[in-house]
């Protein structure tokens, strides 16, 4: 029977909405862990949007950059509490700027590889579009 559901998983996948940022998709996954630890079953495609994945693929994503030593246990627990929160650490606050530059540091390395697993779309983290009329100049040397 496993061939019967496929066509059907794979056409909503075909219509999955990918996260804008880094920050969103880890704002969901938190969410959805809380829920899942509160009781809540969870079942694909039964919010608001269609996502192309499952919270547990963010958390494996985060899970291998720690194996990998690209993040540290302190950004995970920052990612945790603010994650929790639903918020990212204020710029504002003094006491929060430590928590901001762990928060920061974590989402720009999450970022590579929702993008290249198709989790986050939209302009990388960190890169703005030019200004209306700028001009974008080619890399000397390349190739036309």
């Known amino acids: 029977m496993p061939t019967a559901r496929a066509p059907a998983i794979l056409a909503s996948l075909a219509k999955a909405e990918p996260f804008s940022c880094a920050e969103d998709a880890w704002f969901w996954t938190m969410a959805a862990l809380t829920a899942r630890r509160d009781g809540a079953r969870l079942a694909a495609a039964?919010?608001?949007?269609?996502?192309?994945?499952?919270?547990?693929?963010?958390?494996?994503v985060l899970d291998r950059l720690y194996r990998q030593r690209r993040i540290e246990l302190a950004h995970a627990r920052i990612l945790r509490i603010w994650g929790e929160r639903a918020t990212a650490p204020s710029?504002?606050?003094?006491?929060?700027?430590?928590?901001?530059?762990?928060?920061?540091?974590?989402?720009?390395?999450?970022?590579?590889?929702?993008?290249?697993?198709?989790?986050v779309a939209g302009p990388p983290r960190g890169m703005t579009l030019?200004?209306?009329?700028?001009?974008?100049?080619?890399?000397?040397?390349?190739r036309p």
């Open 91 to 119: 710029p504002k606050i003094p006491a929060e700027r430590g928590d901001l530059r762990l928060w920061r540091e974590a989402m720009d390395r999450l970022d590579f590889p929702l993008r290249a697993k198709g989790i």
């Open 46 to 60: 039964r919010g608001g949007a269609i996502r192309p994945c499952e919270p547990d693929d963010v958390v494996k």
């Open 130 to 142: 030019p200004p209306e009329g700028a001009e974008v100049l080619a890399f000397p040397g390349a």
